[in-house]
């Protein structure tokens, strides 16, 4: 009995430790960027026109409000891996579509996804792996633990997440 409670203490420690290491999270590391927009794109309810004009909403006539949802793969990795996302060709064909000049009152949001728990798990499992599979390998050098030992570092660093992104707006027209 005695000896179960140190297993018990053991494993519970291991969890605290690899949720510690893993920061309790999975997620996309996402960049979103819109650099290449051929209009203005405003977070507040005025704009500057092409000749850098500020543009009030006593000016300009509300078109409609629009939202955009997408989903965003990426990887969680204690290295430094971030994707990117130009919303731009999506953004000009939103104000085209509506003969409008502008975006305004944008807002971006990100959420995770449920299935991140899922992958938060594995990446804790991964970490124990990863953890006693080089001393096994050690003590006895064979294929199996060498791939056991080298899969579980790899799916530890490179652990899939997904995000979910929102953008939402309206697009605007000069009187």
């Known amino acids: ?4 409670s140190k297993i018990s203490f053991l494993i519970v420690i291991l969890i605290c ?4 290491l893993n920061g309790c999270y999975v997620g996309a590391r996402v960049n979103l960027t ?3 927009c051929e209009f203005p794109v405003s977070y507040t309810d005025n704009y500057y026109d092409s000749d850098y004009n500020l543009v009030s909403p006593e000016e300009y006539e509300i078109q409609e ?5 997408f989903t965003k793969w990426g990887i969680t990795s204690p290295l430094n ?5 130009d919303i731009s060709k999506i953004l000009n064909d939103v104000i085209k579509k509506n003969n409008a000049d502008a975006i305004i009152d944008l807002q971006v949001s ?3 996804s449920p ?10 499992i991964s970490l124990w792996v990863a953890m006693i599979a080089p001393p096994v390998y050690l003590s006895d050098p064979s294929t199996d633990n060498a791939v056991i030992a080298l899969s579980s570092i790899a799916v530890y660093l490179f652990t899939p997440a997904v995000s979910h992104i929102k953008v939402e707006g309206k697009v605007v027209k000069s009187k």
């Open 110 to 112: 990100v959420s995770s």
């Open 34 to 36: 819109a650099s290449h």
């Open 115 to 124: 299935l991140n728990g899922f992958f938060l798990f594995t990446k804790v």
């Open 65 to 69: 409000g629009f939202i955009l949802e």
């Open 17 to 20: 430790g690899s949720l510690i």
């Open 1 to 4: 009995m005695k000896n179960c």
């Open 81 to 85: 891996i971030e994707g990117e996302e």
